[in-house]
């Protein structure tokens, strides 16, 4: 509460900014995000509650941060943010060239191969973040997630009420995949290569006998593909892109062999 307090205080007035008590605030905050006691999101029953004030210190930790050259081997940065360190202790694999910047939390058992996770971020036990997909900044990433090569997980800092991005437990998120704007995907959905989806994406159950459109949110155990429908313009009639339903995952406490049959049932792309 005191920390909480002061980060409002502070955001209030940025000429707090200049005072040292601050500034260590601040970087407490940072510190409890990096190490997971903290969180910008978490599970409050069947929803979310988002803590606007841990959010407002990721982005007061930019303006009392400098500049400054990183050097790992031969290569170089030059950035504001720390990188991650202490992987072993922590008892995540990462692979050459993964980066997880300092004040993402990242649970025993993930497996990084050259990806990116951003500050604020939270990623759970037994997730592999793959070849070149990022979690972008306090998005939240479930327990054995898989997100394929070049998925793109969008992060929100701004505004500071909005949900950041969430992929809960045991979900697949196939190739090439944008999951953005606070877009939530409930446990063990399986999501087909190429979805795209942001708040206004129209995702459409197609499974009944009517189709059911639903916004920002994959129901649980859902398969989705990508698809189109067709929406009139002043310059006539166009395609454009959705997500498409197509039937669920069965229940089962054996995920692997659950999400195995989903993808081969339904013929998913990954």
């Known amino acids: 509460m005191e920390l909480q307090q002061q980060i409002e205080a502070a955001w209030e007035n940025r000429e707090l900014l200049n005072e040292e008590s601050t500034k260590e605030t601040i970087r407490a905050v940072i510190e409890e995000l990096d190490k997971g006691r903290l969180r910008v999101a978490e599970p409050d029953g069947d929803l979310w509650k988002v803590n606007d004030w841990v959010k407002k210190a990721v982005v007061l930790n930019f303006p009392i941060s400098v500049m400054e050259t990183i050097e790992v081997g031969p290569f170089e940065f030059h950035d504001k943010m720390p990188l991650k360190k202490d992987y072993a202790a922590q008892g995540v694999r990462v692979v050459p060239h993964a980066i997880a910047r300092y004040g993402a939390f990242l649970e025993k058992g993930v497996i990084m191969m050259p990806s990116y996770v951003n ?40 505004p500071l009420q909005a949900t950041p991005t969430i992929v809960e437990d045991s979900c697949f998120i196939g190739s090439r995949c944008i999951i953005v704007e606070g877009v939530r995907i409930r446990k063990e959905a399986v999501i087909g290569a190429g979805v795209t989806l942001t708040q206004s994406t129209h995702i459409i159950d197609v499974t009944g006998s009517e189709p059911k459109t639903l916004k920002g949110e994959v129901p649980e155990r859902s398969v989705v593909i990508p698809g189109s429908y067709t929406k009139e313009f002043p310059a006539g009639k166009y395609n454009v892109n959705c997500a498409l339903i197509i039937g669920k995952r069965k229940e089962s406490t054996d995920k692997k062999t659950s999400l195995n049959d989903a993808l081969r049932n339904f013929d998913v792309a990954v």
């Not at 500050?119 to 592999?128: L, P, R």
């Not at 054995?144 to 701004?158: F, M, T």
């Open 119 to 158: 500050i604020g971020a939270w990623v759970g036990s037994g997730t592999m973040v793959d070849t070149w997909a990022t979690v972008g900044s306090c998005a939240q990433i479930g327990r054995n997630v898989h997100l394929s090569g070049g998925v793109g997980i969008g992060g929100v800092l701004e």
